[in-house]
């Protein structure tokens, strides 16, 4: 007779239950599935994941939590013990290892397992190099896991496939012309060339590398003055980390994760040799000849924030600390804007401070002709206008909020996109579930009932709607002269309003570095060996990046990086 059971368990994540099956034969643990979650996917499989190997090993759920994702997986690892003591299962106490003190030699060490120190790891690893990549979570991905794949492909062969003789209408000068204007010349325009002259044998280089299959890209943001930006088959960057770090270690690198780097090693002379990287079960120290810094950014070290980020809030990675600035304050280095940073529009504040993204389903509904009100209930913008007026529109409102409106048959569209990019169907639902009553703001009804829901003005709104419905069906927007190509009325008596509220996750400012991302002193002297790559430099872009010009200069600022290690 077989004894096999299956137990239930129930953890919180950070975006709602984590309902977990444990199977058991006898007293022997065969397997711990995830049968429901509305945690991130890029984050969550990567966690569960190694979690899941470690108490299938280990036999018992008494192992270590995750770095970087420490309270949700103590969360599942909490549940699953309560379940199985509920249900009498006696498991062997867990054997506490010994810390381990290992050294790693290698010819080039990467620290930031994100988008920037992966394609530099794999540009390095390509050019004969021995390459050793140092994350200090216990997964990779950074902030790039959190954002879209979507990203430039000026001058690449890329471009040529997907957009044919269209793509000869773009140039690197062009590219940075764009980038120039919609950061009103605040940008360094050193590291704009370097990244616009780049980005195309980067994304060729790491399409081949690892098998990456871009496409044109749904949205074609109008920031952009031709038709340049990509993305992979899923929309998402968590396919280009998964493929890219699989790549990487199959033709030889090596990556360690929970390794957080605490000490910077030196010569007599001055000269950088290497580092100590701290995990939960062991400490290595790292000797190497190259050196790549691509850490991230600082968006959620507070103490580190500026006055432009009051009353925004913040969707990156609660990991995104800054740790470079600490363990490189010996060396003096160069920054400049410390507290820029990029704030984009389309944002729901899921908890206080913290919000997720719309920009991919708001971008949708606006398209629909989809309208944005205040609490007054009055229009703010053309809502076909680029990124950077959208946001400044919201700024200005009450609150520093805005309400989408949309009829039936977009928010059906709305709600394909959001499932598509981070939301799940039970997170949406107990958004509507709140009527209104917390945050974020997600309403249906008639347009009396998502006006008093919402909190806005319903005499206003409803006068608001009829004569955008008058503009639409004239084809003229006689208030903020909107393209009549995006003038659509509002079909039948069923509204959904959604909130809009500007957030930030991308710092813009950083260390300075030379023209070959040497990263250079406060006397203006190169760090020979220590080159930088990715959001921990700052300057590229400015002070308002374009759509996809993050996700540009990470890639094309590590391949150069890769490309330049000695």
Known sequence: MSDTKELQARALGHNGPIDLAIDFEGHQLTD??????????????????????????????????????????????????????????????????????????????????????????CKALSRGKKVALFEKNGYLGGATILNGSNVTATGSKVASTIFGVAAAKDTPELLSADVARECLDSNIPVLTKLMAENIGNAIDFISDFAGLEYRKAQTQTPEHSVERQVELPSSSSYELIEKVAAAFVKKGGKIFLDSRVEEILTDENGKITGFVAEGRTKKITVYANSFVLATGGYGANKQMRGQESEGLNYYGPLTSTGDAYEFLKAFSLEVKNIGWYKVYPHGVETEPGIAKLTTYASKKATDLGAVYVNQLGKRIVDESDVYATLRNAVLKQPGRVAYLVMDKRTWKEFYNLLVLHDFTAEEIAEYFAKDGKENPIFVKGTLSEVAKKAGINADNLKATITTYNEYATKGKDQEFKRDRAFLHAYEGEEFYVVEQRDRFATTLGGFVTDADLHLKTQDNKKIANLWGAGEVIGGANGHDSMPSMMNTWGISSGFVAGNSVE
Not at 54 to 63: A, K, N
Not at 101 to 109: I, L, P, R
């Open 32 to 121: 711990v599935k995830v049968t429901h979650h509305s945690e991130t996917k890029g984050i969550f499989n990567q966690v569960f994941g190694k979690l899941r190997d470690t108490i299938l090993e280990e036999q018992s759920f008494g192992v270590d939590v995750v770095s970087g994702a420490s309270v949700m997986s103590k969360a599942i690892l909490d549940s699953a013990n309560e379940a199985i003591e509920k249900a009498g299962i006696k498991l062997a106490a867990p054997v506490k290892k010994e810390r381990e003190n290992v050294e790693e030699h290698t010819d080039v060490a990467v620290i930031g397992g994100g988008e920037a120190g992966l394609v530099a790891a």
